[in-house]
């Protein structure tokens, strides 16, 4: 399995927090399927090559083809229920609920009927992680495939039991009934005294988009009345008969290391343990509150090292290369085709820029947390992680244990947006029970995940481009330092092209975010492309358009213009409009923007439109929400959001310092979807980000003749030229 | 140190032995199971452990729980009576109000509170009283929808 990952990483190498070495060796026994459903009927698929082809690859998708193996499996149990084993897990994506409609769609049966068992590592097949838009294109036509299995064979079980002939039957509300309605089987009368197991491959048929009636449309989220009334249970909720709960010491500042500890004082106090392995230390007690304290009672000294501060980053980065994954274009390596310096020459119109990227956080509204508990040396984690089974992995090897022995559950999370690859709490959590000998749970402070966990990428990006007085583009030149290579291949026509990625030295710990450096690369591409329309007096629709082949490109941009009124959009003092686009993970996205620049230089969006495509949707209501939601955060890096920092410490770990976007920075959002019935279905939680930053941007530069080359752009609001 | 024996969370009285210094979620959360309000910062600047002492909303992250030993206490699981959703939950759940969830009962208390006070919050004093609410999932322009709605639907009750 660690080929997977390894090919997925050098597809997008700005993952790197996953530039660990894994081992993903335990596999679910097959045979021991029944062992854990008891009777009835199992379709399991087996990933094939159909699962590798998706549209998502040819632009860095999760595509790598994995080995022949297990996807996820269903069961049609003896009292009719139906399970769907997954290791997706839930973030708020709304997979629970478009997995289940795809499920429901092929086994013509009510969703209510439907269970979902997600990111158990016993109960499901080994899953690469909820990242990079997978879900959709490689998840949903497995499981759609094992229910038109199921159902097929639910309806031949029926043709032997009613002795009726095959085509006589058909499958509707979770029954098997005769065309006649004279006989009639419940899912569990087929399935009763049984064990049938399918194995089935990725060419079982499927019904297409165009005859969806569950999937295509907008049914609620199937966990939404469990949430609002607060019962919903996520990893920080659970808890464990006789738990405890843990802290961990932190050093003062990256690097720093242990001098010495002096821990009578905190193991004085009642109840407390205090756990040390290495440099690890950590303390558990009855309460959070009791824990706080027991860690306010160990003395520590540290030794620190001076470290890069954010004032001189973007230097730091220039100047800091490092071998390894380099040399990176968006695929396979650099992009390179004719000559730069012969596009230059050719261009009646030269413009270069260098463009900034600040570091991020994803403050998850959830923490990072795990609750861990040993039994008779096996290790069960709860916690909040989109990598369940490469989370087993550093589970086991922390504790040299095998694979088989370490279980981690990840029930429905408070978000992750990339951020929660990695499962530093559950290492951590299982350290502390392990000293405690009792259950324990760990909660990072908001302070913890602003410092202990992974940036976005910080970045520079330097664009030399030309174009001749019609607005053709004559050359290409991008390079990204540190970023990443996502979207760093521009969609636009041009004989002369050199796009490239460096990798640097990061002074942060750094790692993947919703959309990688899809979102700071475009944010590059179209910010130029919209100075050159400026330069050579074009419009930056029209300039766009002339150097784009790509149709399904062409199709939103031209959307988001006609809905948005582009046309008719007229800057005047103070206000002005601005136009994106670009595409990421097999689909594609054009934003447009209104905003006004206060006299005192403060920045108010007033409008975005996004205009969307990614194939066939299948819940166009959860679709819009999450346009709307990748618009809204996508404000926050794009204007303010930006991590400060001096010496190895973060200077701004908190929300009161670190501003994220709240309702007052709510614009008007409009979204256009459009659908393609005749496409596979890609994600989209992650390609509506992208376009948004450079649509403001381009609309600032509008109203007020400044054009902002860093992001955040306005963390201050913009001076006066 | 004061330790506090009982409170009265959603109507019942409820026996809990808490040092009073503890945060009131953490003995909601901890104590009480009732894990529907949660821990998002610590600092009240996120409002996910949003409570009502008394009808007011408050942060029960930096609420000492001695402050809440005399107060009536609502808590998102008391919001439903009788297996009947409250207009706001119904209203969240119609305008599909949020994406990972972990924010909405927080949200919700905030709402209620500011519509008890103010059953008639426009728009804009809707934005500024929920401006304390973090949803980084982005949902605003549907909680703003949904606490419109469930004012509307209040009212059309209360008549």
């Given at each position: 399995m660690s080929e997977l990952i390894f090919d997925e990483l050098l597809l997008e190498p700005e993952r790197y927090e996953l530039f660990t070495d894994t081992l993903f060796s335990a596999e679910l026994d097959r045979r021991a399927f029944f062992r854990i459903v008891g009777g009835g009927l199992i379709?399991?698929?087996?990933?094939?090559?159909?699962?590798?082809?998706?549209?998502?690859?040819?632009?860095?998708?999760?595509?790598?083809?994995?080995?022949?193996?297990?996807?996820?499996?269903?069961?049609?149990?003896?009292?009719?229920?139906?399970?769907?084993?997954?290791?997706?897990?839930?973030?708020?994506?709304?997979?629970?609920?478009?997995?289940?409609?795809?499920?429901?769609?092929?086994l013509h049966l009510p969703m209510e009927r439907i269970k979902l068992v997600m990111a158990d590592t016993q109960l499901v097949p080994f899953d690469g992680g909820t990242a990079g838009s997978g879900t959709t294109p490689r998840m949903a036509p497995q499981l759609r495939r094992a229910a038109a299995a199921a159902r097929e064979l639910l309806l031949d079980l029926a043709a032997e039991q009613g002795k009726v002939k095959r085509e006589e039957m058909s499958v509707h509300d979770g029954k098997v009934t005769t065309t006649d309605g004279r006989a009639s089987f419940t899912f569990g009368q087929l399935t009763q005294g049984k064990k049938l197991m399918k194995v089935i491959d990725d060419k079982t048929p499927t019904t297409p988009a165009e005859k969806w009636t569950i999937s295509g449309a907008s049914p609620p989220k199937v966990e939404g009345k469990a949430i609002v009334t607060g019962t919903h249970q996520f990893a920080s909720d659970v808890k464990r008969p006789g738990m405890v709960f843990g802290k961990v010491l932190r050093p003062p500042s990256f690097k720093a290391e242990l001098v010495s500890l002096q821990t009578r004082d905190a193991e004085a106090l009642p109840g407390v343990t205090v756990a040390r392995d290495g440099s690890f230390v950590g303390v558990t007690a009855a309460t959070d509150h009791?824990?706080?304290?027991?860690?306010?009672?160990?003395?520590?000294?540290?030794?620190?090292?001076?470290?890069?501060?954010?004032?001189?980053?973007?230097?730091?980065l220039k100047k800091h290369p490092s071998a390894g994954r380099g040399g990176f274009g968006g695929r396979g390596g650099p992009d390179r085709r004719g000559s730069i310096a012969e596009g230059l020459k050719a261009a009646d119109q030269q413009l270069k820029?260098?463009?900034?990227?600040?570091?991020?956080?994803?403050?998850?509204?959830?923490?990072?947390?795990?609750?861990?508990?040993?039994?008779?040396?096996?290790l069960t984690v709860w916690t909040?992680?989109?990598?369940?089974?490469?989370?087993?992995?550093?589970?086991?090897?922390?504790?040299?244990?095998?694979?088989?022995?370490?279980?981690?559950?990840?029930?429905?999370?408070?978000?992750?947006?990339?951020?929660?690859?990695?499962?530093?709490?559950?290492?951590?959590?299982?350290?502390?029970?392990?000293?405690?000998?009792?259950?324990?749970?760990?909660?990072?402070?908001?302070?913890?995940?602003?410092?202990?966990?992974?940036?976005?990428?910080?970045?520079?990006?330097?664009?030399?481009?030309?174009?001749?007085?019609?607005?053709?583009?004559?050359?290409?030149?991008?390079?990204?330092?540190?970023?990443?290579?996502?979207?760093?291949?521009?969609?636009?026509?041009?004989?002369?092209?050199?796009?490239?990625?460096?990798?640097?030295?990061?002074?942060?710990?750094?790692?993947?975010?919703?959309?990688?450096?899809?979102?700071?690369?475009?944010?590059?591409?179209?910010?130029?492309?919209?100075?050159?329309?400026?330069?050579?007096?074009?419009?930056?629709?029209?300039?766009?358009?002339?150097?784009?082949?790509?149709?399904?490109?062409?199709?939103?941009?031209?959307?988001?213009?006609?809905?948005?009124?582009?046309?008719?959009?007229?800057?005047?003092?103070?206000?002005?409009?601005?136009?994106?686009?670009?595409?990421?993970?097999?689909?594609?996205?054009?934003?447009?923007?209104?905003?006004?620049?206060?006299?005192?230089?403060?920045?108010?969006?007033?409008?975005?439109?996004?205009?969307?495509?990614?194939?066939?949707?299948?819940?166009?209501?959860?679709?819009?929400?999450?346009?709307?939601?990748?618009?809204?955060?996508?404000?926050?890096?794009?204007?303010?959001?930006?991590?400060?920092?001096?010496?190895?410490?973060?200077?701004?770990?908190?929300?009161?310092?670190?501003?994220?976007?709240?309702?007052?920075?709510?614009?008007?959002?409009?979204?256009?979807?459009?659908?393609?019935?005749?496409?596979?279905?890609?994600?989209?939680?992650?390609?509506?980000?992208?376009?948004?930053?450079?649509?403001?941007?381009?609309?600032?530069?509008?109203?007020?003749?400044?054009?902002?080359?860093?992001?955040?752009?306005?963390?201050?609001?913009?001076?006066?030229? | 140190m004061a330790i506090i024996k009982e409170l009265h969370v959603n109507g019942s009285r409820r026996v809990v032995n808490a040092e009073g210094e503890r945060s009131l979620l953490s003995v909601l959360r901890d104590d009480l199971d009732l894990t529907g309000s949660k821990y998002g910062c610590g600092e009240g600047r996120c409002g996910a452990c949003t409570v009502l002492l008394d009808g007011r909303a408050v942060r029960s992250c930096s609420t000492p729980v001695s402050t809440a030993a005399d107060t009536e206490i609502q808590t998102i699981e008391g919001l439903a009576k009788d297996g009947k959703l409250h207009p706001l939950q119904e209203a969240f759940l119609k305008h599909d109000a949020l994406q990972c969830g972990y924010c909405t009962c927080g949200m919700i208390m905030n709402a209620v509170a500011l519509l008890g006070r103010d059953p008639d919050s426009s728009r804009e004093d809707i934005i500024r009283s929920m401006n304390g609410n973090i949803c980084r999932c982005g949902a605003y322009p549907r909680i703003v929808a949904a606490i419109q709605e469930a004012a509307r639907s209040m009212k059309g009750a209360s008549k």
């Open positions: 379709v399991a698929c087996v990933l094939g090559e159909a699962d590798a082809q998706q549209p998502g690859r040819g632009r860095g998708g999760f595509g790598a083809p994995g080995p022949k193996e297990l996807g996820a499996w269903l069961h049609v149990g003896e009292d009719s229920a139906v399970t769907v084993y997954t290791g997706k897990v839930e973030i708020g994506q709304n997979a629970r609920t478009s997995l289940t409609q795809v499920v429901a769609e092929e009791d824990a706080t304290k027991a860690l306010a009672a160990l003395h520590a000294e540290w030794k620190t090292t001076p470290q890069p501060s954010s004032e001189e980053l973007f230097d730091y820029a260098t463009y900034t990227i600040a570091y991020i956080a994803h403050a998850p509204m959830e923490p990072r947390v795990a609750v861990a508990e040993w039994n008779d040396g096996k909040g992680t989109q990598m369940p089974f490469r989370v087993r992995g550093e589970l086991a090897r922390a504790f040299n244990i095998p694979e088989e022995r370490v279980r981690v559950i990840v029930p429905d999370m408070g978000s992750g947006y990339g951020g929660k690859h990695s499962g530093e709490s559950a290492v951590e959590a299982a350290r502390l029970a392990k000293a405690a000998g009792k259950p324990v749970k760990l909660v990072w402070t908001r302070e913890e995940e602003f410092t202990w966990a992974y940036f976005r990428p910080a970045g520079v990006i330097e664009v030399t481009a030309g174009a001749t007085k019609d607005g053709t583009l004559t050359a290409w030149e991008c390079h990204n330092y540190n970023s990443g290579g996502s979207s760093l291949r521009s969609p636009y026509e041009s004989a002369n092209v050199l796009t490239e990625f460096h990798t640097t030295d990061s002074p942060l710990k750094q790692g993947s975010y919703r959309a990688l450096a899809a979102t700071a690369n475009t944010f590059a591409r179209e910010m130029h492309m919209d100075d050159l329309a400026h330069a050579l007096h074009l419009d930056p629709l029209a300039f766009r358009l002339k150097n784009l082949k790509d149709q399904r490109l062409r199709a939103v941009l031209e959307a988001a213009a006609d809905r948005f009124g582009w046309s008719k959009s007229k800057a005047d003092d103070h206000h002005g409009f601005g136009i994106a686009c670009g595409t990421e993970k097999g689909s594609f996205v054009a934003t447009c923007a209104e905003v006004s620049v206060q006299r005192n230089g403060l920045v108010k969006v007033l409008r975005v439109l996004t205009a969307f495509e990614c194939g066939a949707i299948i819940n166009p209501n959860h679709l819009k929400n999450q346009v709307e939601g990748a618009g809204m955060m996508a404000l926050g890096g794009a204007l303010f959001e930006a991590i400060r920092f001096a010496n190895g410490k973060i200077l701004n770990p908190r929300f009161s310092d670190y501003r994220v976007p709240r309702f007052a920075d709510t614009p008007l959002f409009e979204t256009v979807l459009l659908d393609r019935k005749d496409l596979p279905s890609a994600g989209a939680g992650e390609t509506p980000i992208i376009a948004v930053g450079p649509a403001v941007g381009n609309a600032i530069f509008q109203a007020t003749g400044v054009r902002l080359r860093s992001l955040p752009m306005a963390p201050k609001g913009v001076k006066a030229t | -």
